[in-house]
């Protein structure tokens, strides 16, 4: 063995807790018992610690344009935060600027994260830019490793939105090439009344971000996107699910046999709205706005109860300066917050160790159903033989809190501040390549390598 991880409390597939070892070689899981014979090169003492499969962030935005300025995390120090957190894999998407084509638009986004990306990564394709143009480009997509495709059901005026025909016809060429399609859903129609009637009276501060952008509005794009889908028996992937009206279109949808899934993130879990009135409310400002305590009331239940399938952090860092050349206006400031390193530490501090969650459940939306609905379960999402050595080590008996000041990325503030943690990240490898030691962040050279996809007709034949 190159490494063997020794007497953790190892979290199994299912949630079962069993102590023993695991042995490491080339890069892979290649043994797990109670006591494993063999030496190896390198052993890591985990006694007291949990050790947990990789975490997978569905969702990240490592330096895109929104307004007049970008996300302040590249994909170096976006995930140098994501390992410090735990999460060795990430989802990022494209950017397609207009003319340009999906594949064009993702060799560019491949381009940016190789080399430089330290956890194992995929990419989303989105689809911004006359969709009906790109339509035959789906399929090699999806067999070049690529079958996770999303689009915007809003953010008309920065040319991003899809019309519900356009949907229709992405929706059905995805499911025909074994894709799946993620959608951010919000009605736009909605949207844009309530904001131009905000604008126009005047009514600028961060809290009319959130009512101008209502549960009500992203419960419509939910149950209209869910009805195409039930028509022609596509899946569907819900993005950053906030509300419970919202949560109730999803289910409903699901009861009559849509096959959708629901993806939230932390700040839908652990802010509210009433951040918006606080002195700094224009530095919350996410889309979708943070929601009411009762959403997030519904959002807990939800998940605990297997109703949410994924956790991501729809992480989208803006530094304080860019936030506040938005003037404290909400429709002039960059949407979006820094999320990938508290993820995990997050889940397990609110969820697990409040009793809201069982690691059963902590390890499904953290790490198995992401890999299986993103074609990635051949090799991650389990601490089991034969996957990739894709392993955190976590120290339950730590105690700290976070702090915006001393984090990974390149955000100098965050959400989260001062919120306490029940336990700390203390060893995070990738493939067996160790990124944090004893909790240092340790990653010199870059090993993260992109992870091509089963596409979800691959995955079902096995
Ligand atoms: O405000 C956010 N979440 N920015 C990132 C883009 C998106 O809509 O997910
Ligand atoms: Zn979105
Ligand atoms: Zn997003």
């Given at each position: ?127 911004t ?23 915007f059901s809003t953010y008309r005026q920065a040319g991003m939105m899809i019309r ?22 919000e009605d736009n129609d909605l949207i844009e009344r309530?904001t ?267």
């Amino acid at each position: 063995m190159d490494l063997i991880i020794r007497q953790g409390d190892l979290v199994l597939p299912g949630g079962k807790v069993q102590r023993g070892d695991v042995g490491i070689r080339d890069g892979v899981i290649a043994a797990i018992a109670p006591q494993l014979s063999e030496s190896a090169r390198r052993e890591i003492d985990a006694t007291g610690q949990l050790v947990f499969p990789g975490f997978i962030d569905p969702h990240t935005h490592m330096g895109i344009p929104i307004l007049d300025t970008f996300s302040i995390d590249d994909f170096e120090s976006g995930s140098r935060a994501a390992a410090a957190g735990g999460v060795t894999t990430i989802l990022d998407f494209t950017v397609q600027r207009p003319g340009q084509s999906l594949e064009e638009a993702l060799d560019e986004r491949l381009a940016l994260a190789r080399g430089r990306c330290h956890v194992d990564f995929n990419i989303h394709v989105n689809i911004t830019d006359r969709p009906e143009r790109w339509l035959s480009q789906i399929e090699a997509l999806c067999r070049r490793g690529f079958t996770s495709f999303k689009v915007f059901s809003t953010y008309r005026q920065a040319g991003m939105m899809i019309r519900w025909p356009q949907f229709r016809q992405v929706l059905a060429a995805i499911r025909d090439a074994g894709g799946l399609l993620m959608l951010h859903a919000e009605d736009n129609d909605l949207i844009e009344r309530d904001t131009e009637a905000h604008l126009k009276a005047g009514r600028l501060d961060p809290i009319y971000h959130a009512r101008s952008r209502t549960p009500e509005a992203e419960a419509r794009a939910i149950q209209r996107a869910a009805e195409i889908a039930g028509e022609l028996e596509a899946e569907l992937y819900i993005v950053h699910l906030s509300s419970a009206a919202g949560l109730e279109a999803g289910l409903r949808a699901r009861r009559q046999g849509v096959r959708i899934y629901l993806e939230t993130c932390p700040q839908y879990l652990l802010l509210d709205e009433s951040r918006y009135l606080q002195a700094n409310g224009h530095w919350y400002i996410t889309t979708p706005p943070l929601r009411s305590p009762a959403d997030r009331e519904a959002l807990w239940a939800a998940l605990a109860r297997g109703d949410i399938d994924t956790v991501g952090t729809d992480h989208c860092p803006f530094t304080r300066a860019q936030k506040e050349a938005g003037g404290r206006q909400f429709h002039r400031t960059p949407n979006g917050l820094p999320g990938v390193e508290w993820l995990f530490p997050l889940l397990y501090t609110y969820g697990v160790a409040e009793g809201k969650l069982s690691l059963q459940r902590l390890v499904s939306v953290l790490a198995e159903n992401s890999a299986g609905l993103f074609g990635l379960d051949h090799r991650k999402g389990r601490l089991a033989p034969g996957m990739d050595a894709d392993l955190v080590i976590w120290d339950p008996s730590a105690r700290g809190h976070i702090d915006g000041a001393r984090q990974h990325g390149r955000a100098d503030w965050s959400p989260y501040q001062d919120f306490p943690l029940a336990g700390r990240v203390r060893w995070t490898l990738v493939r067996g390549h160790t990124l944090v030691a004893d909790g240092h962040f340790v990653g010199q050279e870059v090993h993260g390598s992109l992870i091509p996809a089963r596409s979800r007709t691959q995955t079902a034949s096995g």
